[in-house]
């Protein structure tokens, strides 16, 4: 028995939308590569385009790592901890790309989805590390909040960046 029994189906639905949502990712990053992009572009697609890659697949990592047998919690509240504070570190990252790139002027939504959902997500992943010390079962439930709010941040991300590259890049002549 694992230490997230009773949690397999959730990981299981969870992880394997995260992983499947990777491929489609690539394959529309494929398609849309045909399309000669400015230099501005490119930054700006690493700036909103990769992160969705990052978020889907720590949320398949942690899918993987809660799904394996373990009699202990402790090394897989260490996980938790380091993709967490990892994470945040990363969101920063990406903060500081999003302020830099000029292809595109952010806007509110922006801001909301690619840095204070995401900050939020690892911020309580590395809180459930914490927690896991004191009680395991909300432990749990902050891991599978933060894995489901990285699953939908990074699905509302793909789709606002595909239908930029749609309905506006493709408008203004690629």
Do not use: K
Not at 19 to 31: H, K, N, P, R
Not at 37 to 55: E, L, M, N
Not at 155 to 162: K, L, Q, R
């Amino acid at each position: 028995m694992t230490v997230a029994a009773g949690w397999e189906n959730f990981y299981v639905v969870v992880g394997s939308s995260a992983g499947a949502l990777i491929g489609l990712q690539f394959v529309v990053i494929t398609l849309i590569a045909a399309n000669p992009i400015a230099r501005a572009d490119a930054r700006a697609g690493g700036t909103f385009a990769t992160p969705s890659v990052v978020h889907f697949s720590l949320v398949l990592s942690l899918s993987a790592i809660l799904s394996a047998p373990s009699d202990a919690i402790s090394p897989v509240a260490v996980l938790w901890a380091f993709v967490g504070l990892g994470g945040v570190v990363y969101v920063v990252v990406v903060a500081r790309r999003m302020r830099a790139q000029r292809a595109y002027q952010p806007v509110f939504e922006d801001w909301l989805f690619h840095i204070l959902l995401p900050f939020s997500a690892y911020t309580v992943l590395a809180a459930a590390a914490y927690v896991a010390l004191f009680d395991i079962r909300l432990a749990l439930f902050l891991v599978g909040a933060a894995a489901l709010l990285l699953l939908l941040v990074g699905i509302h991300n793909a789709w606002d960046t595909v239908t930029y590259q749609v309905f506006v890049r493709s408008r203004q002549g690629g």
